[in-house]
């Protein structure tokens, strides 16, 4: 069972307008939870890291959001681009001792529409 | 060039060979990583490694193997490739900082036919 869920699994959108994507994780204990953009056949790159303590990150247009108790988070992006299109991928990680342990969600596949 | 490289971009190879993927990074990061990407699971670690000399297994290290000999290379050894080993390969880097941001490879598509 995946660990870290992520809805919806695709969206698209027209050009200018705002989109929320989710990331439910079941992972614990955490240190940090990241967003990262991944366009078709690149590496990930990070848009967001935030620890268990903090609540919201922004980078840009790009804002996430973090909720421990419910264990959520939320990546909002606010008047999207044709370039904004690409894969969105939600990780929670632990380090601890030394020791890495990074769950990575699914993705959520954007579109943005002219 | 600064940053992260992976070579080969891409490789097809026959069930049974031996393919090394190769990694290099200019940051001089301490940590470096190898993932498997594959359509309906997010990205898996193989194996990382904290320093020079060493490394340690991550979710999936069965069939793989790596070394570090030097902080800036992390090489990923399949020893005798199989079919479930198709994939994308991304190697990845982090420093020390708090942040532990993590800088991904353009990545390696392999084919094992």
């Known amino acids: 069972k995946n660990q870290v869920e992520q809805s919806p699994q695709s969206l698209i959108i027209l050009e200018g307008k705002n989109c929320t994507l989710q990331c439910n994780y079941t992972v614990s204990p955490f240190s940090n939870l990241r967003w990262y953009k991944q366009d078709t056949g690149r590496g990930p790159v990070s848009l967001t890291i935030m620890t268990f303590s903090e609540n919201t990150k922004s980078n840009g247009r790009y804002t996430a959001t973090l909720d421990a108790d419910t264990k959520q988070s939320s990546l909002h992006i606010t008047a999207s681009q044709l370039s904004d299109s690409a894969s969105y991928i939600c990780?929670?990680?632990?380090?601890?001792?030394?020791?890495?342990?990074?769950?990575f969600g699914t993705g959520t596949r954007l579109k943005v529409l002219a | 060039d600064a940053g992260i490289t992976q070579s080969p971009r891409y490789k097809i190879t026959e069930t049974g060979r031996q393919v090394t993927l190769m990694c290099h990074q200019t940051?001089?990061?301490?940590?470096m990583f190898w993932y498997r990407q594959d359509l309906g699971h997010g990205l898996r670690l193989i194996y990382y490694?904290?320093?020079?000399?060493?490394?340690d297994k991550g979710e999936v290290p069965d069939g793989y193997v790596v070394s570090r000999s030097k902080t800036e290379n992390f090489p990923l050894t399949l020893e005798s490739a199989t079919r479930s080993q198709t994939s994308v390969y991304f190697c990845?880097?982090?420093?020390?900082?708090?942040?532990?941001?993590?800088?991904f490879g353009p990545g390696t598509r392999l084919t094992v036919l």
């Open positions: 940051w001089s990061h301490s940590y």
């Open positions: 990780v929670v990680g632990e380090f601890f001792s030394g020791t890495y342990k990074y769950i």
């Open positions: 990845a880097s982090e420093g020390l900082a708090a942040s532990h941001e993590q800088f």
């Open positions: 490694s904290a320093a020079a000399d060493i490394t």
